[in-house]
């Protein structure tokens, strides 16, 4: 008869020519010869206890190989062929994509059922999308569907679609794998529609248009506790393209990915109804954005809030004019961004004109920076850091900045604490102010801020106010290095000394002035 192949490839009707020998049951010879050969001979598996079944419902028990349907050509659509090794698959929850490379001009058979598909490695196992605008996998099984070592691309960029989306026509999919997949020239590559639970790691992204990763639960918008981990994402070019997109799905753990030339890096973007909470964002290296790498925000014109949510330890660059390194932001309620922990992370700003910002924050409530190293490296006037009048009940300090001119590492215009903040290595005065007085007016007041380095005054605009000090209480070594601006115009003049900062300002125009001062 020869030799079998491997016991995972032996075909499901083998057709052997001439007799074949064996026993039947009591040990009596007989000729097996016959179409229900595989039917009679016996197979008993290695090791103690083993059961013995018959030749048929052994090789039925394997993963049916998609080699034994489709060519792997290159060149022969395959949709069909596939389709009916996917069909087969659902019956014993698995498939093995042998290496090839299969052409597909539609979608695939849906996946209705939990089903296990295993390639033969990334570089081997292909499935290539023959036009600009299908889907490869449909996923409407609520149970969970786990892709492992395989590729699909797109022959050229997609213009529509997505290689693999997740969306069960009722309930949602849960605790699916994505793993060790490679993704090129998708337009969506993972779409999660309805799923939570999911894991998604240790695959390349290459050159996705559109999102690479789309995450949204819309039958339970706040269903989700899944994890997108230690992924690489590269595109050549930067276009629209987003590397991690949420509106939904619950709490998100983003973890340990490289991203690298994107417009966005990661947007979570709180669709209309939602409140979802504990979103980490922690360990990821986004470079090369040119739009934000990092953005925090929702969508309008109904609430959708997230809350707690820790950005931590990212690498982050900007490679673009007036692009943000991160960037929190709510359509229009601060409270629709609640707890936001922005710490320990690196921003490297590459700005080459005015716009660019490392940290910014619009319409959010408690919002904590600190310990961040944030660097102008284009050269341009750059910020470090900008917080908006919405801005509430937050703090930052303990950041260092570098290489950003005098008054441009932290633009406040909130009643956010400011404190122990590094300027181009000089350490931002804190500690009590004492007096403040004028030259004969209305004392002006001094703004929320009496405790730190920064203040607020505002002046009536009696013409008598022409010399308004604020005097330290503590003395300091050398004379501080101080800057002042006006949101409301006038150029006022600054004069220091070890204790003093003396304003000079005369005019009928009621004004208000901010002032901050740096350590020598």
């Known amino acids: ?185 998708c337009w969506n ?15 390349t992204f290459l050159n996705n248009v559109a999102q690479a990763i789309i995450v949204r639960n819309t039958n339970n918008a706040d269903s989700g506790d899944s994890v997108i981990s230690s992924n690489n994402f590269q595109n050549t070019s930067a276009g629209s393209s987003i590397g991690i997109y949420q509106e939904s799905s619950g709490g998100l753990k983003i973890v340990g990915n490289k991203i690298n030339v994107v417009n966005i890096g990661i947007e979570l973007n709180a669709a209309t109804g939602i409140s979802s909470s504990i979103l980490p964002i922690i360990g990821n290296s986004i470079e090369n954005c040119t739009a934000q790498c990092i953005l925090l925000t929702t969508q309008t014109p109904a609430a959708g809030q997230w809350r707690a949510v820790q950005i931590v330890g990212n690498e982050i660059m900007t490679n673009a004019a007036n692009a943000v390194g991160i960037k929190i932001t709510a ?39 600190s310990n961040n190293a944030i660097e102008n490296i284009g050269g341009g006037a750059g910020t470090g850091i900008t917080i908006s009048s919405a801005t509430s009940i937050g703090s930052v300090r303990n950041n260092t900045f570098r290489s950003f001119t005098t008054g441009s590492d932290v633009t ?65 070594q050398n004379a501080p290095r101080c800057n002042v601006s006006s949101p409301t115009g006038p150029t006022p003049t600054w004069t220091t000394s070890t204790a003093v900062l003396a304003l000079t300002y005369a005019s009928a125009t009621a004004a208000k002035f901010e002032w901050r001062c740096y350590g020598q």
């Not at 103690?48 to 349907?69: F, I, M, Y």
């Not at 931002?428 to 004492?434: A, Q």
């Not at 008598?464 to 604020?470: F, P």
Request: with cysteine; net charge negative.
């Open 1 to 185: 008869m020869g030799s079998l192949p491997e016991p995972w490839r032996i075909p499901i009707s083998p057709t052997w020519a001439g007799t074949v020998k064996g026993s039947v049951a009591g040990g009596t010879p007989a000729d097996l010869t016959g179409a229900q050969t595989e039917s009679i001979l016996q197979f008993t598996q290695a090791g103690t206890g083993a059961n013995q079944r018959t030749l048929d419902s052994e090789v039925k028990l394997g993963c049916p190989h998609s080699k034994d349907w489709a060519t792997g050509n290159g060149s022969t659509d395959d949709t069909t062929a596939l389709g009916n090794w996917i069909t087969q698959s659902l019956t014993v929850g698995c498939g093995f994509l042998d290496a090839g490379n299969y052409k597909i001009s539609s979608v695939l058979t849906p996946i209705s059922n939990s089903l296990t598909i295993r390639g033969a490695g990334a570089n081997n196992s292909v499935i290539t999308l023959s036009n600009t605008t299908q889907n490869a996998f449909s996923v409407t099984s609520n149970a969970p569907v786990h892709f492992y070592e395989f590729s699909i691309t797109a022959t050229g960029p997609q213009t529509a679609g997505a290689c693999v989306i997740v969306s069960p026509s009722s309930g949602e999919n849960g605790q699916s794998h994505f793993e060790n997949l490679t993704f090129t020239n």
């Open 189 to 203: 590559a993972i779409d999660f529609e309805k799923a939570s639970g999911f894991f998604v790691g240790y695959n």
């Open 331 to 369: 359509a229009s309620t601060p409270t629709w961004l609640l707890d936001v922990e922005i710490v320990g992370n690196t921003l490297l700003i590459n700005e080459t004109g005015t716009g660019g910002v490392g940290i910014a924050t619009d319409n959010v409530t408690n919002v904590n920076i």
């Open 412 to 476: 406040n215009a909130s009643t956010t604490t400011l404190a122990e903040d590094v300027v181009n290595g000089h350490i931002l005065l804190i500690g009590s102010f004492g007096t403040i007085t004028s030259g004969g007016g209305t004392s002006p007041a001094l703004g929320a801020n009496t405790n730190y380095q920064q203040g607020e005054i505002s002046t009536t605009g009696s013409t008598a106010s022409t010399n308004i000090a604020v005097t330290f209480t503590d003395t300091f």
